[in-house]
């Protein structure tokens, strides 16, 4: 896990034990790093799955993993960013590592399912979807690479 | 499956299907039952457990269920409504039946896991959770008939 990059966030959340079914916290109104309401979605991501690399202009994302486990890759080619060139890489689950990840526009994003069946992943975004405000670059090209261990 | 009753509103929910993963909607700023966002939270619930009966005096719940299964049980104790004394029943799961589960304040609510293992609710609330907006009755004791099947 690398220091964080600017415009990246990392927020522990609550999780309420009760023995009829927890309660997990994941975004209010007045916390720091809330800026907008525009939409919340699901993003399911099978085990080995890879969804990515997408880089936002506008959105900024609020994610929050409520089952499985997914490893979030974020790398920064802003020329003058002092994390210029440099990953960021994080696992969120609910059981090991429960928080939100923010992430503001101007980052290249993949995410990968590292849990068996289907991880699912909340974004709490900021605008509602618009396919003009995010560019793609697929994984496989191999133009971002996209670190392994 | 009972006529809707005043207050509340069930809206199909898109699921676009990905052989990465699912993508499944939730709630947009611009849908007709968004009002105001407080906070996202989720609360889990074990199969055959119940939680409830719980009326809110402000929030507005806007729930939606991405994994798992529940039976969602609201109780109208309204004098002066339509459907005073009576229940409406909704089963929410994303495989049978993925809509979002809009419920207004002054209504009874509990509800039930019905699937195996932790269900999992998201609640995209009004306004953020403050105990003293809303009361609760113990299913267990009986005040509100939990209906049974």
């Known amino acids: 896990m690398g220091q964080l990059m600017q415009g990246v966030a990392l927020t522990p959340l609550k999780i309420i034990t009760n023995e009829l079914g927890n309660v997990m916290h994941a975004l209010k109104k007045s916390e720091d790093t809330f800026t907008s309401f525009g939409e ?3 993003s399911l991501i099978k085990e080995g799955a890879r969804k990515g690399w997408k880089k936002h202009h506008d959105m900024v994302l609020n994610i929050v993993v409520p089952y499985g ?4 890759t974020i790398f920064d080619d802003r020329v003058d960013s ?12 609910p059981s090991e590592n429960y928080q939100r990840l923010t992430i503001h526009p101007g980052l290249w994003v993949a995410f990968e399912g590292i849990y068996k069946g289907d991880s699912i992943l909340l974004n709490i975004s900021s605008i509602e979807h618009d396919p003009n405000e995010a560019e793609t670059c697929s994984i496989d090209s191999g133009i971002i690479e996209y670190p392994t261990f």
Do not use: A, G, T
């Open 40 to 42: 919340v979605y699901f």
């Open 69 to 72: 486990k997914i490893r979030f």
């Open 82 to 93: 002092s994390s210029y060139k440099q990953y960021s890489i994080f696992e969120l689950s």
